[in-house]
């Protein structure tokens, strides 16, 4: 399956708790801000502006977010996480 037909079936479905921690330990920049209900043009500009709402990891040209980091924000529990 394509990565774009991938994230089409994705989309198909709510984004639980389960399946958020099942992405492992950090996702990509599309997944995270389709998580969060914004689009991938808002969430590479946050990134750009250093306001995404959560800490990003970059490892060269790619951007991955924290899937711990994401949950807690999700959650309200992001001020007991370590920065």
């Known amino acids: 399956m ?3 037909a ?4 994705q989309a198909d479905q709510a ?3 389960d399946r958020v ?3 492992g330990m950090t996702t990509d920049l599309e997944t995270a801000a389709t ?3 914004i689009g991938r043009t808002l969430a590479y500009e946050l ?3 250093n306001q995404f709402p959560v800490r990003i990891i970059r490892l060269g040209r790619r ?3 924290s899937v711990p980091e994401l949950i807690a924000y999700l959650t309200g529990e992001e001020h007991s996480l370590p920065r």
Request: glycine share 4%.
């Open 21 to 23: 921690q099942a992405l």
């Open 6 to 9: 991938a994230r089409v079936a």
């Open 35 to 37: 998580i969060l209900g």
């Open 47 to 49: 990134v750009k502006n």
């Open 2 to 4: 394509s990565r774009q």
């Open 63 to 65: 951007t991955r977010i």
């Open 15 to 17: 984004w639980t708790l």
